[in-house]
C-alpha cells in the first residue's frame, strides 16, 4: 500500500508545534519546499511500488525530503535520520503534518531505497527538478547605466531593459570529475578479470566449434597464483610484480586459445549469430589490456596513456 501526503494538504499556519511563536516563512526549508515538484517525484519514486498489496510504505514524502536533506546537508544515513528528528522545519519540509520528537524510520531504508532508485528513475528525478527550477522568475536587480542613472537590469520575462548592457559570449561547462560505479582499479585484479573473461570464452567458442579436445588453461593454478597474493594483507612492490608477471603469461596463452576458436567461428561466418556482441568487445578490450600492462611490465612504470582501469567500462579513465 502506498503511502503519501499530496502537497496541497500542507500548510504553514497549520503546522503544529509546541512552540507559541510562529515559524519563519523566510526559512530555506519552508522556501524550498515550495519549489520542490513533490507529486511529480512522488510519481517517479512510486513506479517501482506496489499499490495494492503489501504493508503501507513510509511516506514518499518523507522519503523525498530525506533524500534531498542528505545530499544538499551532505549527511550520512544515520546523520539524516537525527537532522530530521531534531529540527521542526526539515520536519516540515518533509511533510509533517506536527512536530514530532520520534526517528521517522530506521536509517537501514536508505539502502532499499538506493537499490529501488535505478538510472532511469534517477535521471527522471534529476530532470524534474531542473525543470521546476528553471521556472522560477529572477529577482529585479539595479544597475548603474554609462550615463549614472539607475534601471532594472531585467524584468519579469528576463529581457533586458534599454540602457542595460546586453550579454556576449557563451559559457563553457566542463565535467571534470563524474563518479563510476566500478571496483577500486589495480593492475593485478584487471589482469585477473581479463583472464577470467578468456576462460569463459573459450569454453563458450570451444562448444560452437566442436572440434577437437577442451582446451587446457590451467585454471586452477592461474586462480591460486592471484589468491596467494589477493588475500595478503601487506603486499609489497616485489610481490604485486611477480604476481603481475604470472597473469600476463595466463593471459597470453588464453588470447591465443581465443583467437583461434574466433577465427575459426569468423571464418564459417557465423561470429554475430554464436558470439554477442559484448563478448567481441571484451575480446578487443582484452587485447588494449594485455599490451598496456605488457608494456608497463617491460618499463617497470605504473602509467600509461589512455590507460583502462576497468573491463567493463573501458572509457573510465582515472582522476589522480
Known amino acids: 500500500m502506498i503511502n503519501y501526503t499530496p502537497q496541497g494538504q500542507l500548510s504553514l499556519d497549520l503546522f503544529e508545534h509546541p512552540f507559541e511563536k510562529e515559524l ?5 526549508w519552508v522556501k524550498l519546499a515550495s519549489i520542490v515538484p513533490w507529486d511529480e517525484l512522488a510519481t517517479i ?10 504493508r503501507k510504505t513510509v511516506d514518499v514524502r518523507l522519503v523525498l525530503g530525506a533524500l534531498i536533506v ?3 546537508l551532505k549527511l550520512d544515513d544515520r546523520g539524516t535520520v537525527e537532522m530530521i528528528q531534531e529540527n521542526m522545519y526539515i520536519q516540515y519540509f518533509c511533510g509533517y503534518q506536527s512536530f514530532s520528537p520520534k526517528r521517522p524510520f530506521d536509517p537501514s531504508l536508505f539502502v532499499d531505497v538506493r537499490k529501488r532508485l535505478g538510472n532511469k528513475e534517477f535521471d527522471a528525478f534529476n530532470k524534474t527538478v531542473i525543470e521546476s527550477s528553471e521556472g522560477i522568475k529572477p529577482k529585479r536587480t539595479r544597475i548603474i547605466t554609462q550615463s549614472g542613472q539607475r534601471g532594472n537590469k531585467s524584468d519579469g520575462n528576463n529581457r533586458p531593459q534599454e540602457g542595460a548592457k546586453s550579454n556576449k559570449g557563451s559559457l563553457k561547462l566542463d565535467a571534470t570529475i563524474a563518479d563510476q560505479e566500478i571496483t577500486y582499479p589495480t593492475d593485478l585484479k584487471l589482469l585477473n578479470s581479463s583472464r577470467e573473461e578468456l576462460e569463459r570464452l573459450a569454453y563458450l ?13 590451467y585454471k586452477r593454478v592461474a586462480r591460486k597464483a592471484y589468491l596467494n597474493i589477493a588475500k595478503k594483507k601487506n603486499k609489497v612492490p616485489k610481490l604485486i610484480r611477480k604476481g603481475i608477471k604470472a597473469q600476463l603469461q595466463f593471459i597470453r596463452r588464453d588470447l591465443k586459445v581465443v583467437d583461434e576458436l574466433y577465427g575459426t567461428i569468423k571464418e564459417r561466418g557465423m561470429e554475430k549469430l554464436l558470439i554477442e556482441k559484448r563478448d567481441r568487445q571484451l575480446i578487443a578490450t582484452i587485447h588494449k589490456v594485455y599490451g598496456q600492462q605488457s608494456t608497463m611490465y617491460k618499463n617497470n612504470v605504473r602509467s600509461h596513456p589512455d590507460r583502462i582501469v576497468n573491463l567493463y567500462q573501458p572509457w573510465v579513465r582515472p582522476m589522480p
Open 24 to 28: 519563519d516563512k523566510e526559512n530555506r
Open 45 to 54: 519514486y512510486c513506479q517501482n511500488l506496489k499499490g495494492s498489496s503489501g
Open 70 to 72: 542528505k545530499h544538499k
Open 205 to 217: 567458442m570451444h562448444e560452437h566449434v566442436g572440434e577437437g579436445d577442451k582446451p587446457r588453461l
